[in-house]
Nanobody, 125 residues
Framework: QVQLVESGGGSVQAGGSLRLSCTVSGVTMSGNCMAWFRQAPGKEREGVAGNYYSGSSTSYADSVKGRFTISRDNAKNTVYLQMNSLKSEDTAMYYC??????????????????WGQGTQVTVSS
């Protein structure tokens, strides 16, 4: 059984930082697409950052480029999202997602078959 468990969310003031972690069990991360998505109330779930092909490639939504960094530790089966210079518009539930092996990787949510339960990030201005 595949499980993704996120942690590290919380409340922070604008300009602050948070680091999210996602620990994966039941599947080996290596070779899979890994990504973080977020969903704010009343909005569609959107891709924030992706880490692909065992970490050799990454992509980011324009809204977070230069502020967020995605990384992975394949030995620990864990993916991270370092979020700096947080803004109020970053407030959302953040979800970790994993693809199945051999999937073409990008931030299209249809690529991802396994999801975590989410961790809330709240940024106050």
């Amino acid at each position: 059984q595949v499980q993704l468990v996120e942690s590290g969310g919380g409340s922070v003031q604008a300009g602050g930082s948070l680091r999210l972690s996602c620990t994966v069990s039941g599947v080996t991360m290596s070779g899979n697409c890994m990504a973080w998505f977020r969903q704010a109330p009343g909005k569609e779930r959107e891709g924030v950052a992706g880490n692909y092909y065992s970490g050799s490639s990454t992509s980011y939504a324009d809204s977070v480029k230069g502020r967020f960094t995605i990384s992975r530790d394949n030995a620990k089966n864990t993916v991270y999202l370092q979020m700096n210079s947080l803004k109020s518009e970053d407030t959302a539930m953040y979800y970790c997602a994993a693809s199945t092996p051999g999937t073409w990787c990008d931030l299209n949510r249809v690529r991802y078959h396994h999801w975590g339960q989410g961790t809330q990030v709240t940024v106050s201005s």
